[in-house]
């Protein structure tokens, strides 16, 4: 998977004008076959389904780049899949994909998607992401997304209603941005996020709570989504508070469970 998005990025580079504070939103669609994604009518969905503005576009004969005011969209087909190993990994951890672990490692090909523009709007880049992803979803025999900055792994189904709530405004899609975690150690509950560094803020953890995993995991979501959802940074100091009225203020330490700093979430 990684050599995939590498590829791509060395496309970028020769097609587009990245400048160095763009920033890249990568991912990859799952194809259960090895039939190659029509660009054509991905591109009609978008503007027709999915309410995008295409200034112009280019295409050759693996890749597709769209031109929008602020962003590049970049989609390359992949005769092969992704890496085993690495989508096998995020199926394990995929538990909101009850099938994952039979229907994921299956896929024969990808569509590797890319959207650059300005670093300081990664809300607008992933929502014009999600929006190309779900018409790639819609207009391809697909399994699934892949997000490996995250570790982000979600059916086709699941990933579809997100987009659809995005282009209603009803709710940001948080679930196929950012990786929830959760397990017990020594029979206390632990949770964690990852993928927040994506959006400038540094991930969350909760550490051996006497709380169950689900109402720890209730803690983060919220906190996540009222962050994004209201363009509201997370840092040392913020506090949050749960649906209970309790107020926590998040502090940044080295990271119990995963690697760097975190803040952790004393619940």
Known sequence: MRNAILLLTLILLHSVNLEAQDKVVSGIVLLNDQKPADFKTIANALKKDWNIRLDSFRQAEKTLVLYTTNATIML????????PVEIIQAAEGAWMWQTARQEAPRHQSQVVISVIGADDKPIYLYKLFTKTAAAVLENANSCGVYMPAQLVLQSREFYLQGARNLDQQVVLPVYCWVYFGMFLDEGASCAYTHGLPE???PDLEIVKSSHSMQE????????????LQNNRSLENGSVIETLEGQKITLKLSKS??????TLKVQY
């Not at 390359?76 to 890496?83: Q, V």
């Not at 720890?216 to 962050?227: E, G, K, P």
């Not at 119990?256 to 700093?261: A, D, K, N, R």
């Open 216 to 227: 720890a995991h209730a803690v983060l979501y919220d906190a996540v989504a009222d962050a």
């Open 76 to 83: 390359a087909n992949m005769d092969y899949p992704a890496s």
């Open 199 to 201: 959006f400038g803020m």
């Open 256 to 261: 119990q469970y995963l690697e760097g700093e």
